[in-house]
Each structure stands twice: as structure tokens, then as C-alpha cells.
């Protein structure tokens, strides 16, 4: 765990690299929800802010005085204990509070919590809220780039992010296939540093025999699914994501667009030529799977991923497996509002390991388990076979 003077300079940092994500929009950028599950960025700074005001100071600074009384409904998310909120699909539809005031909101919190940071001895409990607040405000800076993608990628103008985010890292190596003997294994955290609640309770797992790929799967490869037809054979898909690919006339992984005979990617520097030696990526957990099965493979379980990770480079793409999210045994979830962060998310999600481009620094390990739902495409993710 990390000292209260450790934490004052996360905080800090966390809460700058937020707003520096959002310093290349433009003030309409900040309110766009085209999608229920795209939130709009100031949203994001609201919330990362509300969850410092709800949890930290509400409860650890003494005589504190709210912002404003009506922060816990416009930016509570999930937390059901902690009140009513505004449902999900209406943040787009917010134009009150302004983004003007959302930064003086974020001004005057993180100030108050710095107060508070350096002039009060915390206890464990509240260093640990601390710490848990600013890698929330971690994973929501990952949402950020997502959601800005996909609104300004589903602008017909296409419009640029910036010149600087590199999403396409190249592994620039051979194919290998790196074999793992049978036999049981220790899975989940196993050291004091931060982790989540769901990463808690190492156990052993018996894995058999298996080989797994130590480079993802990349944009030349995936084509050659494409032009297989694998968008179009029945055998190779879920009965439930061949109904999600008829459905919305799924044919090419996200942000993809073939003009002139050529495949094209919309990426935060804008439109560009499809990189074909960067790994795919804005695929589905449905798509991944597909493609193993037309490849005659299949995707790691995240055991197998966690066991044999030291042997590949991970970290540019959320990576699917094929664990579905669920409690490890002797799993405990927190008592009261913080119990809500993981644990009530186990059912009908898929693990994903790794991290990507988007990922924050010093937020993810080895251990960490991503989840999301099986046909979502919008965060940066891909794929790595085994056989």
C-alpha cells in the first residue's frame, strides 16, 4: 500500500491526466452520448470527481461543504446504495450543468482533497479509499479515449483527436507458438501493491497441456478471415452473435472502412490506411471467437494467459478470453458502497486480460481482470490464439 505522501502525488498526477485527455476537444466534444454505453466526457470528469466528494470527503473531512446538492444525482453511476442518479442513456442529454462549471467543480474537490491529504493523518481505511479513487479515475481515463473514439469516429467528417496517440504499436517479431506442461498452477494477486477485490484470493488452477501465441492477432490476418467469408458462415458463430451479426450488419471489425478497394481504419489521428501488420483491434469477444474457430484454435482461458504471460509482450490490446467473469473462491466483496464495484458485474461478461494503448500508466498487472459484454466492440481489444 502506498504511503499518505505517495498518495498525494498520484492523486495529483491522476487528476491531471484527466483533464490533459480532454484539453484537444472542442467544448460541443464534451457533451456527445451517441450510444448507451459511449458516456459523454464531461460526464466523466463530473463522476471521477463526485466518487472523491461521496467517499473521501463526505466521510473523512470534517465539516465539509458540498459543491452542490444536486452532484450525487447528475454523476452517481451504478451505486445503487448511494442514491438515485440520472439514468445512463439521458447524459447526452444534459446540457446543464456546463462544462465550465464541471472544471470549477473538479477545481474546488481536488483542492479540497489535497487539503485534506496534507494536513490530516489518514487511517488504512480511508489511505485505501484514497487509492482506490484515483485508479477509478484511472480506468474511467481509458473510457475517455474510447468514448471520444467513438464519437468522433461516428462523425462523417471523421474528425482528428490529435497527431500524438500512437493506438497501432507493431509487433515487429516472428510468430511463435510457446508451449506450457500440464500441471497446477497459483492464479490471482499474490503481492501488497494495489490491486482490485476481484483480482483477491489466490487458488490453484490445473491447467493440461496448451500453446499459445506469443504475438496477437494482427489486421493482414483478420482480412484473410474477411475474404474467407467468415462474416458469412453460420458454423463458425455463437447462435447468440449470429443473431447480433444479422442484426446490425456486422461485416468488418469497428472502425473500419474500405474505400477505392482499400481497407481504411478511422483512429484518433483520424482517417488512415489500414496498418496491416498492427494487431486487430474494436473486435468483439463474438468476432475473436469466430476467428478461432475458422482457424481451427481457440482463445486462452485467463488462467492460461495469467500462467504463461511472462513469456510474451502484453499491454497494447484488452485481450479476450474465453473465462467468463465470475468470483474467485472465497471471494468477498466490500462492505457497503464500494461492494457494488465489481461484484455485482459477475454474470454474462467475458474476462480480458493485458491492458492497451488506452490504458493509464501504473494502472494494470498481470492479474487484473477486465470484463465486459460479449459484443461490445468500442474499447481497444484483441486477440492471442492457442492450440
Same mark, same amino acid.
Given at each position: 500500500? &502506498?504511503?499518505?505522501?505517495?498518495?498525494?502525488?498520484?492523486?495529483?498526477?491522476?487528476?491531471?491526466?484527466?483533464?490533459?485527455?480532454?484539453?484537444? &476537444?472542442?467544448?460541443?466534444?464534451?457533451?456527445?452520448?451517441?450510444?448507451?454505453?459511449?458516456?459523454?466526457?464531461?460526464?466523466?470528469?463530473?463522476?471521477?470527481?463526485? $466518487?472523491?466528494?461521496?467517499?473521501? =470527503?463526505?466521510?473523512?473531512?470534517?465539516?465539509?461543504?458540498? $459543491?452542490?446538492?444536486?452532484?450525487?444525482?447528475?454523476? +452517481?453511476?451504478?451505486?445503487?446504495?448511494?442514491?438515485?442518479?440520472?439514468?445512463?442513456?439521458?447524459?447526452?442529454?444534459?446540457?446543464?450543468?456546463?462544462?465550465?462549471?464541471?472544471?470549477?467543480?473538479?477545481?474546488?474537490?481536488?483542492?479540497?482533497?489535497?487539503?485534506? =491529504?496534507?494536513?490530516?493523518?489518514?487511517?488504512?481505511?480511508?489511505?485505501?479509499?484514497?487509492?482506490?479513487?484515483?485508479?477509478?479515475?484511472?480506468?474511467?481515463?481509458?473510457?475517455?479515449?474510447?468514448?471520444?473514439?467513438?464519437?468522433?469516429? +461516428?462523425?462523417?467528417?471523421?474528425?482528428?483527436?490529435?497527431?500524438?496517440?500512437?493506438?497501432? &504499436?507493431?509487433?515487429?517479431?516472428? %510468430?511463435?507458438? #510457446?508451449?506450457?506442461?500440464?500441471?497446477?498452477?497459483?492464479?490471482?494477486?499474490?503481492?501488497?501493491?494495489?490491486?482490485?477485490? +476481484?483480482?483477491?484470493?489466490?487458488?490453484?488452477?490445473?491447467?493440461?497441456?496448451?500453446? #499459445?501465441?506469443?504475438?496477437?492477432?494482427? +489486421?493482414?490476418?483478420?482480412?484473410?478471415? #474477411?475474404?474467407?467469408?467468415?462474416?458469412?458462415?453460420?458454423?463458425?458463430?455463437?447462435?447468440?452473435?449470429?443473431?447480433?451479426?444479422?442484426?446490425?450488419? #456486422?461485416?468488418?471489425?469497428?472502425?473500419?472502412?474500405?474505400?477505392?478497394?482499400?481497407?481504411?481504419?478511422?483512429?484518433?489521428?483520424?482517417?488512415?490506411?489500414?496498418?496491416?501488420?498492427?494487431?486487430?483491434?474494436?473486435?468483439?469477444?463474438?468476432?475473436?471467437?469466430?476467428?478461432?474457430?475458422?482457424?481451427?484454435? %481457440?482463445?486462452?482461458?485467463?488462467?492460461?494467459?495469467?500462467?504463461?504471460?511472462?513469456?510474451?509482450?502484453?499491454?497494447?490490446?484488452?485481450?479476450?478470453?474465453?473465462?467468463?467473469?465470475?468470483?474467485?473462491?472465497?471471494?468477498?466483496?466490500?462492505?457497503?458502497?464500494?461492494?457494488?464495484?465489481?461484484?455485482?458485474?459477475?454474470?454474462?461478461?467475458?474476462?480480458? %486480460?493485458?491492458?492497451?494503448?488506452?490504458?493509464? %500508466?501504473?494502472?494494470?498487472?498481470?492479474?487484473?481482470?477486465?470484463?465486459?459484454?460479449?459484443?461490445?466492440?468500442?474499447? $481497444?481489444?484483441?486477440?492471442?490464439?492457442?492450440?
Amino acid at each position: 500500500m &502506498l504511503s499518505q505522501k505517495e498518495l498525494i502525488q498520484l492523486f495529483k498526477e491522476t487528476r491531471l491526466d484527466s483533464e490533459k485527455i480532454c484539453s484537444f &476537444l472542442e467544448t460541443e466534444d464534451y457533451v456527445v452520448q451517441p450510444v448507451e454505453n459511449v458516456s459523454p466526457p464531461k460526464w466523466h470528469l463530473g463522476h471521477t470527481t463526485w $466518487f472523491f466528494e461521496e467517499f473521501v =470527503l463526505k466521510k473523512y473531512a470534517k465539516d465539509h461543504q458540498l $459543491f452542490d446538492e444536486n452532484t450525487a444525482y447528475v454523476f +452517481n453511476s451504478y451505486y445503487e446504495s448511494v442514491g438515485e442518479k440520472v439514468i445512463r442513456t439521458n447524459r447526452g442529454n444534459l446540457s446543464r450543468p456546463t462544462v465550465a462549471w464541471i472544471y470549477k467543480f473538479r477545481e474546488y474537490v481536488t483542492k479540497e482533497m489535497l487539503k485534506l =491529504l496534507q494536513e490530516t493523518e489518514l487511517d488504512k481505511e480511508a489511505l485505501e479509499v484514497v487509492e482506490i479513487g484515483c485508479h477509478h479515475e484511472k480506468q474511467h481515463q481509458e473510457l475517455l479515449y474510447a468514448d471520444i473514439k467513438y464519437i468522433l469516429g +461516428n462523425n462523417p467528417l471523421f474528425p482528428k483527436y490529435n497527431d500524438d496517440f500512437q493506438e497501432n &504499436l507493431i509487433e515487429d517479431f516472428d %510468430r511463435e507458438w #510457446i508451449d506450457v506442461s500440464e500441471g497446477i498452477y497459483k492464479i490471482g494477486h499474490k503481492t501488497d501493491d494495489f490491486c482490485y477485490d +476481484n483480482e483477491k484470493g489466490v487458488h490453484k488452477k490445473y491447467l493440461c497441456d496448451f500453446s #499459445i501465441s506469443n504475438k496477437l492477432v494482427t +489486421n493482414q490476418e483478420f482480412i484473410e478471415f #474477411i475474404e474467407a467469408g467468415g462474416y458469412s458462415d453460420v458454423l463458425l458463430w455463437h447462435a447468440e452473435a449470429w443473431d447480433w451479426l444479422e442484426t446490425n450488419k #456486422i461485416d468488418a471489425p469497428s472502425y473500419w472502412h474500405k474505400i477505392d478497394g482499400n481497407w481504411h481504419q478511422y483512429t484518433l489521428n483520424g482517417l488512415k490506411r489500414l496498418d496491416l501488420k498492427a494487431p486487430v483491434t474494436h473486435i468483439s469477444y463474438y468476432e475473436a471467437f469466430a476467428y478461432a474457430q475458422w482457424k481451427e484454435m %481457440r482463445l486462452p482461458t485467463e488462467e492460461e494467459w495469467e500462467t504463461a504471460q511472462e513469456q510474451f509482450a502484453w499491454g497494447s490490446r484488452w485481450e479476450w478470453t474465453e473465462s467468463a467473469y465470475s468470483p474467485y473462491p472465497d471471494y468477498k466483496k466490500p462492505e457497503g458502497a464500494l461492494g457494488e464495484y465489481n461484484g455485482k458485474f459477475m454474470v454474462n461478461q467475458k474476462v480480458l %486480460r493485458g491492458g492497451s494503448v488506452a490504458t493509464s %500508466r501504473n494502472h494494470t498487472r498481470f492479474t487484473y481482470r477486465n470484463f465486459f459484454h460479449p459484443q461490445l466492440r468500442w474499447q $481497444f481489444t484483441g486477440f492471442r490464439l492457442v492450440k
